[in-house]
């Protein structure tokens, strides 16, 4: 048996540790971003967060979307089906279509409201009226990022449900580079270029992404002895109906849940900003570090649903069964040791922005009230993977997305709105709720609810 786990284990590492690299240079990027904007001021760093946590939902509803063809493209593969394989790709390539649409549409016509909902107060050192122009700005260009970044997580998410996870790494690679040279030159104006602020930081991550897009293009269909779905992927976008309508009924769920929970976040920072712009600029600077390191267990979550749904698909069931909790104590595990790193940098990473010593002292307390809860969340995210891979797509909606709104949103609105509890305090409450959750997931698990082979 533990010769087993270390198999998984080592499995589970092989497919994690690229996707690692790879989200965490995803994140990199708006790192960069976060970091370099906020050396100019607080008004310009809070602005560009505003609009990132806006893009964040879009970016989440375009996962949500290819993951419920994603289930079946890593069961397709585990099955030798290529050309069911082939035929999940172009339905994600109709969802990212209409993702892409719809956001562009959102923000194109109602970009100044959505940031006007989280900008809650001035100090005598942050502007809101300053802040907002600054987000306008931003939102304008980041726009036509939108579709570079969903066509390559259509192509990325097909590649890791067949094995292949060097492909998206290495071009990942390759956009921060690309981010990190433009922003560089286009924020302070360096090299005969004009300075461009917010404006060029946004103009970087649109370069990026192209650059990240085309390589992992590029470099798929050049290989496509190796990767055979993408063979004639082309030659027509038609899906079979049946196959449509099976996976529109596992794949709405996962497109609502992420969508909410998304909405969700968004919507419990907008009750955080209610305490005013300081909130808001302390809860940037601690999310730009606790997004790279939650790339842990996100990714070792990817991995657990690629994992247990090949063995699904394979019809071995039991050892899905062991290789689930033996992933869920692993992927618990390594939370714990990026939450490590968490609390060794919450001091330090705080003082690369240009701002006042109240924001940074808030970023601080955020930063370690979030460590405390990671491994909690790795453990959490495995037992969502896990149900997943097996189908139970409206388990996963209810478990998730249905419950930020549900309890987590009510309680945060409850007590900032009514309230004059500390805002970590409030923080920390509405993060300690997901304790039940994972009582919950763990229940579910242990029932065996999700083992199914959907394409047998």
């Known amino acids: 048996m533990k010769s087993e786990n270390r198999d998984i284990y080592k499995k589970a590492l092989m497919l994690a540790i690229p996707m690692m690299i790879q989200n965490g240079i995803t994140n990199m990027v708006g790192l960069v971003d976060n970091v370099m904007v906020g050396s100019l001021d607080t008004e310009s760093m809070t602005g560009v967060a505003i609009v990132n946590q806006l893009i964040f939902v879009n970016n989440l509803a375009i996962f949500g979307g290819l993951a419920g063809p994603g289930i079946y493209g890593a069961q397709f593969y585990g099955h030798n089906d290529h050309e069911g394989v082939r035929n999940t790709f172009r339905f994600k390539l109709w969802i990212c279509t209409f993702c892409v649409v ?67 790494m290495v071009a990942g690679l390759i956009s921060v580079v690309v981010d990190i040279i433009f922003n560089y030159i286009l924020i302070f104006g360096k090299f005969g270029f004009p300075k461009l602020g917010v404006e060029g930081a946004a103009i970087a991550t649109v370069l990026a992404r192209i650059a990240e897009l085309l390589i992992v293009v590029v470099w798929s269909h050049a290989r496509m002895d190796k990767h055979v779905f993408l063979k004639g992927v082309y030659l027509t976008l038609k899906v079979p109906k049946e196959l449509s309508i099976v996976i529109l009924k596992k794949g709405l769920p996962i497109f609502a849940n992420e969508f909410l929970w998304a909405g969700g976040i968004a919507v419990l920072t907008q ?28 990714s070792l979550g990817s991995a657990v649903g690629i994992i ?105 609105a409850l007590l900032c709105y009514f309230t004059n509890l500390p805002i970590l ?26 083992i199914a082979n959907l394409v047998s």
């Open 102 to 168: 719809a956001a562009g549409l959102i923000f194109s016509l109602f970009g100044s409201q959505l940031i006007g909902l989280y900008l809650h107060g001035e100090s005598a050192k942050l502007d809101s009226l300053q802040t907002l122009e600054y987000g306008k700005k931003y939102l304008r260009i980041m726009i036509f990022n939108l579709l570079p970044f969903a066509v390559t997580q259509a192509y990325a998410g097909s590649l890791r449900e067949t094995g292949e996870t060097l492909k998206p």
């Open 271 to 298: 009750c955080y900003s209610l305490r005013g712009l300081t909130v808001v600029a302390g809860l940037n600077i601690s999310n730009a570090i606790c997004n790279l390191m939650n790339v842990s267990f996100v």
């Open 425 to 450: 305090l409030i923080y920390i409450i509405v993060q300690a709720l997901d304790f039940i959750k994972t009582v919950l997931g763990y229940i579910l698990i242990r029932k065996g609810v999700w």
């Open 308 to 412: 247990i749904g090949q063995f699904l698909g394979a019809s071995e069931f039991e050892r899905a069964r062991r290789g689930t909790f033996a992933l869920m104590r692993f992927t618990a595990l390594v939370s714990a040791c990026a939450a490590i790193v968490l609390i060794a940098v919450s001091g330090v990473f705080p003082n690369l922005y240009e701002t006042t010593g109240e924001v940074r002292k808030m970023a601080k307390y955020f930063i370690l009230s979030t460590a405390l809860f990671f491994p909690l969340q790795g453990y959490l995210n495995a037992i969502y993977f896990t149900l997943r891979s097996g189908g139970k797509t409206v388990v996963t909606f209810l478990f998730d997305g249905a419950y930020t709104w549900i309890l987590s949103v009510p309680v945060a």
